[in-house]
């Protein structure tokens, strides 16, 4: 995840990180502090129970609900390893999201660049092309990236 307060941009190893986590934890950025995915928050179930699983470094995918973004509420899967939001359990949670709310998939860079790579976006028909106009409308730098 990205940490403007830091400098540290998505997909780009934390400076702080160290052998024990982070090395700054008491004086971290305020975007660390209140940061929870939706694995830490309880919310990601399949069948009903949370699953060991959906954790991040598990699934290879970090959940995070946004409920006001530029693209309105939206899910953000953000792939920890190329590939993992198409396969096992959190492909199940994409599925199930994506019936009734916008999901958007962030993949890492696939040239060797930091920072993310693609977005695409999944869920009801008329939330997915919305967002995709205005992902392609804006300019890069303010979430139009591509």
């Known amino acids: 995840m990205s940490v403007k307060e830091i400098a540290k941009g998505m997909y780009e190893a934390c400076e702080h990180l160290c052998g024990a986590g982070c090395g700054i934890y008491a004086e971290r950025p305020g975007s660390c502090r209140t940061f929870e995915c939706q694995w830490l928050r309880g919310v990601l179930e399949l069948d009903g129970v ?11 995918v970090i959940f995070h609900y946004q409920p006001e ?3 309105g509420e939206v ?11 198409g396969r ?4 199940s ?3 199930g999201l994506e019936e009734r709310f916008l ?5 890492p ?5 930091k920072g993310p790579g693609d977005r695409s976006f999944v869920g009801p028909p008329n939330l997915v092309t919305w967002a995709t106009a205005v992902l392609w409308s804006r ?8």
Do not use: L, N, W, Y
């Open 109 to 113: 860079s696939r040239d060797g660049e």
């Open 69 to 71: 973004s530029v693209f």
């Open 93 to 95: 949670i994409i599925q």
């Open 88 to 91: 096992g359990h959190a492909k």
């Open 103 to 107: 999901v958007m998939i962030v993949t």
């Open 139 to 146: 300019p890069a730098g303010q979430g139009g990236e591509r």
């Open 50 to 60: 949370i699953e060991t699983e959906m954790r991040p470094d598990a699934c290879g």
């Open 75 to 85: 899910f953000t899967a953000c792939e920890v390893e190329p590939g993992a939001s």
